[in-house]
């Protein structure tokens, strides 16, 4: 049985009905992952002992009549910034190469309660900072569709793990697009929920009010069930919002005739691709053939996301990366002789990397007296107007549509040395970020042989409207298309 090529909500059922065992279709992932990661490099960490003696005991309970759990035996890969007890979460980082946290996160804790099967930790770039997944201690991730080029970041590991048939769906971490800009360039789905929707306890931080855990996978339904399994309030998390639990699953019926949809002219021409730009449009005569109503809509405030972003992040990384600094926890330089202050300075010099460091002395620079006006206030600011345009146009619109990324997949190496190009990559996500909504990216189409993928928006706590108009797309589309590593042996 192909089990690699199999959606995760169909090895669900499998499994179920006991036509196969979760030890099976553990061992199937474990087998892939062995045959391609020599390529790829997805994960940093693979649970493989852990993972069997985890479906030994889902098929311990299934032939015992007791419930494992919906999803009992259907294997995932998890974003390694999410803590994992008793196995190493390194956040791709030098500084907590060892780390071995004590406590889940709410989200593993709560995929665990499902029956699922973590397979391992996935790449990502150091601390959730960069576009490419280049900037992890141990290593670029490759895209499964080319391996010279990137699989985008930070969550390029488990867009790659999903993209490579190494894992059915996964978790992501999204802060200015890192699950929709890696889902897009991998040709697989990733959401980013509403801020607060889904819990951040467990989350190892990079930009507070930004960061938001999210689902990746190979279909649209995929991706709102694992929603449904980790979506809900949390009190361990102050930023959670009360809500009821939603079935995003039942209320995926693919009807969408009469909802009118806005183009976003700021994030949709401009900067794009000739052959993005090219699938998007064509998707966008999908959605008007399904009967949705489509006009063009302009956002003024989105020309300055990217600045008021990359101030804003920074500037929340400062502060919330200050506690790595070799008392604690994590990696610290020794030597003899040295007062605590040249061990703070070797230990944060040694253990970051440069796009951490960089970011760090970035968002210094922007807290520091005498500028925090002049950057920090006025970037808030723009936030505010990117908010107020957003709630405007949903007086209007259901959903709002863009591309996903400017470009396809780009070479390795590519935009390491250029910053400003790199953080381009995500000039299409970042507003949805600073406002806090939900956004999904799926994949549209081919250009130049590599996916493209096409972004659906939508209010605050709007996902079932999102994930029902991707669903839609993803059937009036029919991309089906695997990556040459993702044809399973």
Same mark, same amino acid.
């Given at each position: 049985?192909?089990?690699?090529?199999?959606?995760?909500?169909?090895?669900?059922?499998?499994?179920?009905?006991?036509?196969?065992?979760?030890? @099976?279709?553990?061992?199937?992932?474990?087998?892939?992952?062995?045959?391609?990661?020599?390529?790829?490099?997805?994960?940093?960490?693979?649970?493989?002992?852990?993972?069997? !003696?985890?479906?030994?005991?889902?098929?311990?309970?299934?032939?015992?009549?007791?419930?494992?759990?919906?999803? @009992?035996?259907?294997?995932?890969?998890?974003?390694?910034?999410?803590?994992?007890?008793?196995?190493?979460?390194?956040?791709?980082?030098?500084?907590?190469?060892?780390?071995?946290?004590?406590?889940?996160?709410?989200?593993?804790?709560?995929?665990?309660?499902?029956?699922?099967?973590?397979? =391992?930790?996935?790449?990502?770039?150091?601390?959730?900072?960069?576009?490419?997944?280049?900037?992890?201690?141990?290593?670029?991730?490759?895209?499964?569709?080319?391996?010279?080029?990137?699989?985008?970041?930070?969550?390029?590991?488990?867009?790659?793990?999903?993209?490579?048939?190494?894992?059915?769906?996964?978790?992501?971490?999204?802060?200015?697009?890192?699950?929709?800009?890696?889902?897009?360039?991998?040709?697989?789905?990733?959401?980013?929920?509403?801020?607060?929707?889904?819990?951040?306890?467990?989350?190892?931080?990079?930009?507070?009010?930004?960061?938001?855990?999210?689902?990746?996978?190979?279909?649209?339904?995929?991706?709102?069930?694992?929603?449904?399994?980790?979506?809900?309030?949390?009190?361990?998390?102050?930023?959670?919002?009360?809500?009821?639990?939603?079935?995003? +699953? =039942?209320?995926?019926?693919?009807?969408?005739?009469?909802?009118?949809?806005?183009?976003?002219?700021?994030?949709?021409?401009?900067?794009?691709?000739?052959?993005?730009?090219? !699938?998007?449009?064509?998707?966008?005569?999908?959605?008007?053939?399904?009967?949705?109503?489509?006009?063009?809509?302009?956002?003024?405030?989105?020309?300055?996301?990217?600045?008021?972003?990359?101030?804003?992040?920074?500037?929340?990384?400062?502060?919330?990366?200050?506690?790595?600094?070799?008392?604690?926890?994590?990696?610290?330089?020794?030597?003899?002789?040295?007062?605590?202050?040249?061990?703070?300075?070797? +230990?944060?010099?040694?253990?970051?990397?440069?796009?951490?460091?960089? !970011?760090?002395?970035?968002?210094?620079?922007?807290?520091?007296?005498?500028?925090?006006?002049?950057?920090?206030?006025?970037?808030?600011?723009?936030?505010?107007?990117?908010?107020?345009?957003?709630?405007?146009?949903?007086?209007?619109?259901?959903?709002?549509?863009?591309?996903?990324?400017?470009?396809?997949?780009?070479?390795?190496?590519?935009?390491?040395?250029?910053?400003?190009?790199?953080?381009?990559?995500?000039?299409?996500?970042?507003?949805?970020?600073?406002?806090?909504?939900?956004?999904?990216?799926?994949?549209?189409?081919?250009?130049?042989?590599?996916?493209?993928?096409?972004?659906?928006?939508?209010?605050?706590?709007?996902?079932?409207?999102?994930?029902?108009?991707?669903?839609?797309?993803?059937?009036?589309?029919?991309?089906?298309?695997?990556?040459?590593?993702?044809?399973?042996?």
């Amino acid at each position: 049985m192909d089990i690699i090529n199999r959606d995760a909500l169909a090895i669900a059922e499998l499994i179920r009905k006991r036509e196969i065992s979760a030890v @099976a279709v553990t061992t199937a992932f474990l087998e892939r992952i062995r045959d391609v990661e020599t390529t790829v490099n997805a994960y940093i960490n693979v649970a493989c002992d852990e993972a069997v !003696r985890r479906a030994e005991r889902i098929d311990g309970m299934l032939a015992e009549g007791r419930d494992p759990g919906p999803f @009992a035996g259907v294997p995932i890969a998890v974003k390694d910034l999410l803590s994992t007890r008793g196995f190493t979460t390194t956040c791709g980082s030098r500084m907590l190469e060892n780390f071995v946290p004590v406590y889940d996160a709410t989200v593993v804790e709560r995929v665990d309660g499902a029956g699922m099967v973590m397979l =391992g930790k996935a790449n990502m770039d150091e601390f959730a900072m960069g576009s490419s997944t280049e900037n992890s201690y141990f290593g670029p991730t490759r895209n499964p569709w080319d391996p010279d080029t990137v699989p985008g970041g930070s969550s390029g590991g488990s867009a790659a793990a999903v993209s490579a048939g190494e894992a059915p769906w996964a978790l992501g971490s999204d802060t200015g697009g890192s699950i929709r800009q890696p889902a897009s360039l991998c040709g697989i789905v990733g959401m980013k929920p509403t801020y607060g929707l889904v819990s951040r306890y467990g989350l190892v931080a990079f930009a507070s009010s930004l960061d938001q855990v999210g689902p990746m996978a190979r279909t649209v339904p995929d991706c709102a069930a694992l929603l449904g399994v980790i979506a809900g309030n949390d009190p361990m998390d102050s930023t959670s919002i009360p809500v009821e639990k939603v079935d995003y +699953t =039942g209320s995926l019926d693919g009807e969408v005739r009469g909802l009118k949809v806005g183009v976003v002219k700021e994030i949709s021409s401009r900067g794009i691709d000739e052959g993005v730009l090219e !699938r998007f449009q064509a998707a966008v005569s999908n959605l008007e053939g399904l009967g949705m109503e489509v006009e063009e809509i302009t956002l003024p405030s989105f020309e300055y996301a990217l600045s008021a972003y990359y101030v804003i992040a920074p500037a929340e990384a400062s502060s919330n990366l200050a506690r790595f600094d070799g008392v604690r926890y994590g990696f610290r330089a020794s030597a003899e002789g040295e007062d605590i202050w040249e061990m703070y300075d070797r +230990t944060r010099s040694m253990g970051f990397g440069n796009e951490v460091k960089r !970011r760090i002395m970035l968002g210094t620079y922007a807290l520091s007296a005498g500028y925090y006006d002049a950057y920090y206030a006025q970037a808030q600011k723009v936030r505010t107007l990117i908010v107020r345009d957003f709630e405007r146009a949903y007086r209007t619109c259901d959903v709002l549509v863009s591309p996903t990324s400017p470009s396809v997949a780009f070479r390795l190496g590519e935009k390491v040395d250029d910053p400003l190009t790199m953080y381009l990559s995500d000039m299409c996500t970042i507003p949805v970020n600073l406002a806090g909504i939900p956004a999904i990216s799926l994949p549209c189409g081919l250009s130049d042989g590599m996916p493209v993928g096409f972004q659906v928006m939508g209010p605050a706590l709007g996902e079932a409207t999102v994930l029902n108009v991707a669903y839609a797309l993803e059937g009036a589309i029919g991309f089906d298309e695997r990556p040459p590593l993702s044809t399973s042996k």
